[in-house]
């Protein structure tokens, strides 16, 4: 079998960027990357829809480490993967990726103070096994081989086209069509004015609205300052910059949101056709980051409305009709191609089975420590970025957390940590992704939950993380130990 210090399961942006932090931190120890896929990216090179990009800054969303150079700072989703593909080969990641392997079965045996994994390879699903002192997966937390889908009644009557955007054809051609979008999310503000191009109407059907704020495409102020300094010295500015200023409006929107509300109303009636029913389309039920704020790169949403390209229609689906949607208000909606953008379906720890020590590991009645490892599971580690900000900048932390870990116990000579939950009352305990999105509601039951007070509980708060994990102490929560192999004296130290 074969062994490696640190094995990383994925190799989407958490996983590659966990392996550069071991090349940077940790240049001693030996890693491999356990990839389902055949090719490097995870959500970007999975989705593939039209416009697909980043909803977040790529000074945030890209590495500390390796600076972002291109002019935009919403990127599409190809200019994400070529990043990632050059940080790869700048780190030399990929002779460490074992492409088209995915990882069954985990077991941790504390006597041997390893984990042997099991894992099944290519087409033929060929089983083998390798092991591994430290476990770290970055799948994330939703399904790569299926979205999520409601019954729609009437579904087999409608006489073209449904897709989900997770699994795009290739071969899907809108222009000259009638598209209706259903859903309200960043996947669907994404579709709409991407489509809305060569497609004869594009219109995004939704039960409820969505909070959606426009914003530039590329940052003036990154440009300045890209421009006057070298790279090593404004990257660090702009992203400090973006990380306050993504803390501030998030602490305002939870804090004052009546003027976030207030502020992105102003934004939408100066944008949208004068008259346009911003209460009942664009206005939700909810406060802003109840949900995940939606964006809109140099408003294309509102100007695809704006040009007629494009509508939001609020209602319900009643049922399918042979040519189109017939909604609850009795109106029908022509489509040629319904785009189904109802969400996720999550998979916590990429649907791998954990056993420790024989007894095999209930995720959901874990507590989350740190928001990165789980009680009573030695040596693991799992990478859940942020829903109020750019998911990197948890993932790392995450990262350099393990790597500082693993430094502690190569100076120590112990081998194993585990969280050690204290007692907590049930009533306190909260599911780990505390968000109210549909796809966190609908799988919920699965999640580790997260306790009232750290290390037990996830900050949504970068700052708060970054004294919490760079400079915390590494003994709180946990019990380090060694193994019957690390406590059994080597015959040097016998021999004196």
């Given at each position: ?483 019957a192999d690390a406590l059994r004296p080597t015959a040097e130290a016998t021999a004196r």
């Amino acid at each position: 079998m074969d062994h490696v210090d640190v094995l990383i399961v994925g190799a989407g942006i958490s996983g590659i960027g966990a392996a550069c932090h071991l090349v940077r931190e940790c240049p001693d120890r030996t890693f491999a990357i356990i990839e389902s896929r055949d090719a490097v990216g995870g959500t970007w090179d999975l989705f593939r829809y039209p416009g697909i990009r980043s909803d977040s800054d790529m000074f945030t969303f890209g590495y500390e480490f390796e600076p972002w150079r291109e002019p935009k700072t919403i990127a599409d989703g190809s200019s994400i993967r070529a990043y990632l593909a050059d940080t790869v080969r700048k780190y030399g990641i990929e002779s460490r990726i074992r492409f088209g392997t995915r990882v069954q079965r985990a077991e941790w045996s504390s006597a041997d103070a390893r984990w042997t994994v099991t894992v099944r390879r290519g087409d033929a699903g060929e089983e083998t096994q390798l092991t591994c002192s430290f476990l770290s997966v970055c799948t994330g937390y939703y399904r790569y081989d299926e979205g999520y889908t409601p019954d729609y009644p009437g579904r087999d009557d409608f006489a073209g086209t449904v897709v989900h955007p997770q699994l795009w054809p290739e071969d899907l051609d809108c222009a000259g069509k009638q598209v209706v979008i259903i859903g309200s999310g960043a996947t669907a503000v994404t579709l709409v004015p991407t489509l809305a191009r060569e497609a004869a109407k594009v219109t995004m059907l939704q039960r409820s609205p969505t909070y959606i704020a426009s914003r530039p495409s590329r940052d003036r102020f990154a440009d300045r300052m890209r421009q006057s300094l070298p790279a090593r010295i404004a990257y660090p500015i702009v992203r400090w910059k973006n990380v306050l200023y993504s803390i501030v409006t998030y602490t305002l929107s939870r804090k004052a949101p009546s003027i976030v509300k207030s502020a992105l109303r102003r934004d939408q009636v100066r944008t949208l056709p004068a008259g346009y029913d911003i209460a009942r389309h664009l206005t939700p039920s909810y406060e802003p980051w109840d949900q995940r704020l939606c964006v809109a790169p140099d408003g294309d949403l509102f100007a695809a409305i704006r040009a007629g390209r494009a509508e939001i229609v609020t209602d319900h689906i009643e049922r399918f009709t042979p040519h189109g949607i017939l909604l609850r208000s009795g109106e029908e909606l022509p489509a040629d191609v319904v785009v189904s953008a109802t969400g996720l379906k999550l998979l916590p720890i990429g649907g791998i089975e954990l056993v420790v020590d024989g007894s095999t590991v209930d995720v959901a009645r874990t507590i989350a420590y740190k928001g990165m490892m789980l009680s009573g599971v030695p040596n693991f580690a799992l990478t859940i970025g942020y829903t109020n900000a750019s998911w990197t900048l948890k993932a790392d932390l995450v990262a350099r957390y393990v790597c500082r870990l693993l430094n502690r116990m190569k100076r120590t000579g112990e081998d194993s940590v585990t969280p050690v939950a204290p007692p907590l009352d049930p009533s306190t305990l909260e599911p780990l992704i505390d968000f109210s999105s549909g796809y966190v509601r609908r799988s919920v039951d699965l999640l580790p939950k997260q306790g009232p007070a750290a290390p037990w509980r996830l900050h949504q708060n970068y700052l708060k993380d970054v004294q919490l994990m760079r400079r915390g102490p590494l003994t709180d929560g946990v019990r380090f130990g060694r193994s019957a192999d690390a406590l059994r004296p080597t015959a040097e130290a016998t021999a004196r």
